[in-house]
């Protein structure tokens, strides 16, 4: 190496090392802070909050064919009454409802929860480790996993319902993004083959507004850091991953 070289890589050290002690702290904390107000929105305990957050909705669809009134109590829908129409039958209303004794499972909420707690616990380790948690966090309410007819019907929460519905109507509940979704399903033969008729409703979730808000932030700032200290990677005889964990993240 001759003494440009030597000259050049003394710089990026120089250089490097006023990011890991000026710019990774600043983020960092700032980051922090971002979760942890994040944390706050859940309705359910996490990261000093106490959870168990109680909200009422109303989801209707135009023309009228389903309406529900649900009491959103944490991740859980504490109670709800249910009416939709059954196409099948003229002027045939199916009506059901969830009451606290068994409470419909919202489980993307707690999975976020989850993710977001442990991002919170790793915002002083490895950023990329971070950047997954956020981005499992977010996706957990922003692309719900797809359930099946028959993995709707056979689920513990249409067990809950009372009455219960008969074997070819099934509901579902579920979050995207900022909102609450209730889909009724219908199942009906024609000409031997299965037919399966939908129809839906959703209602705005205030938090979760805020909660995907922050999350965003959380990993534009995340994303920032990793694109800093990345750069110095591409320069010769400079190795960012040389440099002592402790010394970023004390």
Not at 11 to 17: A, R, Y
Not at 25 to 31: F, G, V, W, Y
Not at 130 to 156: C, F, H, N, Y
Not at 216 to 236: E, G, I, N, P, R
């Amino acid at each position: 190496m001759n003494d440009n070289e030597k000259e050049e890589a003394a710089n990026l050290k120089e250089e490097f090392e006023w990011v890991l002690r000026e710019e990774v702290h600043s983020i960092l904390h700032q980051l922090h802070s971002v979760l942890v107000e994040c944390a706050h929105r859940f309705p359910v305990p996490l990261y000093g909050n106490e959870g168990q957050k109680q909200d009422k909705f109303i989801l209707t669809s135009q023309p009228e064919q389903l309406k529900c009134i649900v009491t959103l109590t944490g991740d859980s829908i504490s109670h709800a009454d249910i009416s939709f129409k059954v196409l099948r039958q003229m002027h045939s209303i199916c009506r059901t409802s969830i009451n606290q004794d068994g409470p419909w499972k919202l489980q993307q909420i707690q999975d976020a929860a989850n993710h977001l707690q442990q991002a919170i616990e790793e915002v002083l380790h490895i950023i990329q480790c971070l950047l997954g948690s956020l981005q499992r966090a977010r996706t957990a309410l922003v692309l719900p996993k797809k359930k099946t007819i028959d993995e709707l019907m056979k689920s513990r929460n249409m067990k809950a319902l009372s009455p219960n519905l008969p074997e070819d109507l099934a509901i579902s509940f579920y979050i995207q993004s900022h909102k609450l979704i209730f889909v009724a399903y219908q199942l009906s033969s024609v000409h031997g083959t299965m037919r399966i008729d939908s129809c839906q409703a959703d209602c705005a979730v205030p938090w979760l507004s805020d909660v995907l808000f922050m999350l965003t932030a959380a990993l534009h700032m995340c994303q920032q850091l990793k694109d800093k200290l990345c750069v110095f990677s591409q320069y010769k005889d400079f190795t960012v991953g040389s440099r002592s964990a402790s010394m970023v993240f004390n």
